[in-house]
């Protein structure tokens, strides 16, 4: 990859130190806090598993320990009762949601508690450790591969049907990955769906062990353990990143920012999920996707797409704080281009700053372009992607039930595409001070405007301000935020040493 644009390096030097900065501060927001989802997921680490009433067993627990135990942690009251009854995470689980808790008491040392879940936590420690070698075998025997790739999403929403696409597109040879989409309701239905634990339309538990076969037989895993991701959603990603981590998924795509944005999920709350959920990646050795195409659909190409480009970077610090290294953070985009619109000269131009810069802007990341369906916009997007030396297209399939015919079409248009224009990008020279230049260089200054004003502000107060308008506007108070919880002095978390050392 070559840097075509004539920009002040500087610059953007002095934008990625702000990110880092305003990442640091998150991270110490996140540091003395805890979620419910987070306790569920610690749970579902200790080896508790079931379910009550048609509720998670985790949801349960977590239920009735209420916010002033969760203080201390859930590991914390589970260790109690396992010490105090001599009984396994899930029966000392059964007990807290039958029989409640008793008032702590100093009968049972904190040592003998602490003892005993970091036993329960261990082979949920073991089984992350052996897959975290075993992506990185398979991401060294595929360095070499540079040639532009095809992924696939995944979102039916019926289990069996998603797991046998799966298989099928595991098998063809241009496909490079497939990202499995769990169905969730809609963000007003998920304050109920998380509120007692987490579920679906369909056991994505029972779904992620199925995918194990996916994978072939045990000493075959290292071929097959990148194609395969989950998408996490919004209140959900705490726990389903420590059911993905032990198995033979690559990683998750996951974008924390944008859910906060876009599905009203409350700021601090997006904040400690996602330092959770990144400090887990970075020691499974997973990857983590990012997409932007879901904000296009509330904002003007033109008008905020540099607050696209400032959420990049902040998620990318926050990645980076946690260990997750700047080549396992993929981003997923799409441009806004409409070729009916009159304006079609100005909005190529302005998507054609916008991804050059963001090719220029994160070197080591891999780029993809979620491929349109409508076919004018589709090539013309497909096109600047390949350009721009992005190196993969994505494809939606399941998504307003596309046909197998038209799948196969897009799978076509985009292996046609990559076939002429793969090798041309690297050919393209823009001129100096020429219009796309300009605008790229426009663009990076708008970036490190809405920086420094994040920067110079409380950003938790800035994003929360009721008078600010944009993508980076986001509720302090929104869904989920009653499950964020003050940690106290004692607080106990057994995966938390291990997730502060990252390799």
């Known amino acids: 990859m070559q840097f075509r644009l004539i920009l002040d390096r500087d610059h953007i030097d002095q934008c990625r130190k702000m990110g880092r900065e305003i990442a640091a501060h998150l991270e110490r927001y996140a540091g003395r806090h805890t979620s419910t989802a987070v306790e569920r997921a610690t749970l579902r680490a200790l080896g508790v598993e079931g379910a009550v009433k048609g509720a998670s067993l985790v949801g349960a627990v977590v239920?009735?320990?209420?916010?002033?135990?969760?203080?201390?942690?859930?590991?914390?009251?589970?260790?109690?009762?396992m010490q105090e009854k001599q009984c396994d995470p899930t029966q000392a689980a059964q007990h807290i949601v039958r029989a409640g808790m008793p008032e702590k008491s100093g009968r049972i040392p904190h040592g003998d508690i602490r003892k005993v879940t970091r036993a329960a936590a261990t082979p949920f420690m073991d089984a992350v450790a052996t897959m975290a070698g075993r992506r990185a075998v398979r991401r060294r025997t595929r360095s070499g591969y540079k040639a532009p790739q095809l992924h696939v999403r995944l979102m039916t929403g019926v289990v069996d049907h998603d797991l046998r696409q799966a298989k099928e597109l595991l098998q063809r040879p241009e496909i490079s990955g497939i990202t499995i989409v769990p169905p969730l309701q809609s963000a007003d239905e998920q304050l109920s769906t998380h509120g007692r634990g987490w579920r679906t339309r369909y056991d994505v538990t029972e779904a992620m062990r199925c995918a194990v076969d996916l994978c072939g037989k045990e000493e075959e895993v290292e071929k097959h353990v990148a194609p395969l991701y989950w998408a996490a959603h919004s209140l959900a990603a705490p726990e389903m990143s420590v059911m993905m981590l032990p198995g033979p998924s690559a990683g998750i795509e996951y974008d924390a920012v944008t859910m906060a944005s876009c599905e009203q999920i409350a700021l601090k709350r997006v904040i400690v999920d996602q330092w959770f959920v990144y400090r887990l990646m970075a020691r499974g050795g997973a990857s983590m996707v990012?997409?932007?195409?879901?904000?296009?659909?509330?904002?003007?190409?033109?008008?905020?797409?540099?607050?696209?480009?400032?959420?990049?970077?902040?998620?990318?610090?926050?990645?980076?704080?946690?260990?997750?290294?700047?080549?396992?953070?993929?981003?997923?985009?799409q441009f806004p281009l409409s070729v009916d619109d009159?304006?079609?000269?100005?909005?190529?131009?302005?998507?054609?700053?916008?991804?050059?810069?963001?090719?220029?802007?994160?070197?080591?990341?891999?780029?993809?372009?979620?491929?349109?369906?409508?076919?004018?916009?589709?090539?013309?997007?497909?096109?600047?992607?390949?350009?721009?030396?992005?190196?993969?297209?994505?494809?939606?399939?399941?998504?307003?039930?596309?046909?197998?015919?038209?799948?196969?079409?897009?799978?076509h248009r985009a292996k046609e595409l990559s076939h002429m224009l793969g090798g041309i990008g690297a050919e393209l020279v823009f001129m100096p001070n020429g219009r796309i230049n300009r605008r790229a260089a426009t663009l990076l200054d708008r970036i490190a405007k809405t920086l420094r004003t994040l920067h110079r502000r409380d950003f938790l107060k800035a994003?929360?301000?009721?008078?600010?308008?944009?993508?980076?506007?986001?509720?302090?108070?929104?869904?989920?935020?009653?499950?964020?919880?003050?940690?106290?002095?004692?607080?106990?978390?057994?995966?938390?040493?291990?997730?502060?050392?990252?390799?």
């Not at 239920?63 to 009762?81: I, K, M, S």
């Not at 096109?383 to 079409?409: H, M, N, Q, T, Y």
């Not at 302090?476 to 106290?488: A, K, L, R, S, Y």
Request: hydrophobic fraction near 45%.
């Open 463 to 503: 994003a929360a301000d009721a008078s600010r308008k944009g993508l980076l506007a986001m509720p302090e108070e929104g869904i989920g935020f009653d499950g964020v919880i003050q940690t106290n002095k004692y607080y106990w978390n057994p995966l938390a040493d291990w997730l502060g050392k990252t390799e």
């Open 290 to 333: 990012m997409g932007s195409d879901r904000w296009w659909s509330r904002c003007s190409h033109e008008g905020q797409s540099h607050e696209v480009l400032c959420a990049t970077l902040l998620v990318e610090a926050m990645a980076a704080h946690a260990g997750i290294r700047h080549e396992h953070i993929g981003q997923r985009h």
């Open 342 to 411: 009159g304006a079609g000269e100005d909005v190529v131009l302005n998507a054609i700053a916008f991804a050059q810069l963001v090719r220029e802007l994160f070197p080591q990341v891999p780029l993809s372009y979620l491929l349109s369906q409508a076919p004018q916009t589709g090539y013309v997007g497909a096109v600047l992607s390949l350009l721009c030396e992005f190196s993969a297209s994505v494809i939606d399939w399941g998504r307003e039930k596309s046909s197998a015919k038209d799948f196969d079409a897009m799978v």
């Open 63 to 81: 239920d009735a320990l209420g916010r002033e135990r969760l203080r201390d942690g859930a590991a914390y009251w589970l260790g109690f009762v």
